[in-house]
């Protein structure tokens, strides 16, 4: 009777310890480890880009479960960079993404898929100049793990969509600036440290 106390005992505490195991893990981007990069036609001579820096975001990640997963991210456009300083403070203004009034665009994941082979389509909400719009970003898992050097649970992505910039009231000069611009994400995101004090 007793060892069949003790095996049940042994039982609970392994269910309890897999289901810890299982549980969502938060992370959060490094913005030091994260791009954004934009790009577009221009006139089919060209495909120009801009970047975006001082990204964050905190991502949910169930790998057991996708559906119980979830993407927060913070894009300041205000930081937007083409290389060209004409271009950059014709972006800033009123008639691309006025960051005076706008100078954040966010995106909030509503629903993750799982294709198989480490990719993820992430649908959610784009929010750019106070315009909501779904789109989805098929995205490929890079690794997950403990950091090598911040000792840590992290994981790493790269992510990709389109959006028509017209749907955001960015229209100018369409369709010779083409109306698609492409978005291209890679970051790295980590636990927070276990906490130390006693």
């Keep these: 009777m007793l060892n069949k106390i003790v095996l049940a005992a042994a039982l609970l ?3 309890a310890s897999v289901s810890a195991m299982a549980e969502t893990t938060t992370y959060q981007m490094d913005p030091t480890h ?3 990069v934009a790009s577009w036609s221009h006139f089919g001579f060209s495909h ?3 970047t975006f ?3 964050t975001g905190t991502i949910q990640f169930d790998e057991d479960n996708v559906a119980n997963s979830h993407v927060e991210v913070t894009i300041p456009v205000k ?3 083409t290389k060209v300083p004409a271009l950059n403070e014709e972006f800033l203004g009123s008639e691309y993404f006025d960051v005076a009034q706008y100078p954040d665009a966010t995106f909030k994941s509503t629903e993750i898929e799982s294709m198989g082979d480490d990719r993820y389509d992430v649908h959610g909400d784009l929010t750019l100049k106070d315009v909501t719009k779904p789109v989805v970003l098929h995205a490929t898992l890079n690794g997950v793990g403990e950091h090598p050097m911040a000792k ?3 994981l790493g992505f790269d992510a990709e969509t389109t959006i028509q910039r017209s749907d955001f009231g960015l229209d100018q000069y369409v369709p010779n600036v083409s109306d698609d611009i492409t978005i291209r994400l890679s970051s790295e995101a980590e636990a927070a440290k276990p906490s130390t004090a006693q």
């Design 13 to 15: 505490t392994s269910t």
């Design 34 to 36: 994260t791009s954004v």
């Design 48 to 50: 120009p880009t801009a």
């Design 53 to 55: 820096s001082d990204v």
């Design 79 to 81: 930081t937007v960079d």
């Design 152 to 154: 840590v649970p992290a």
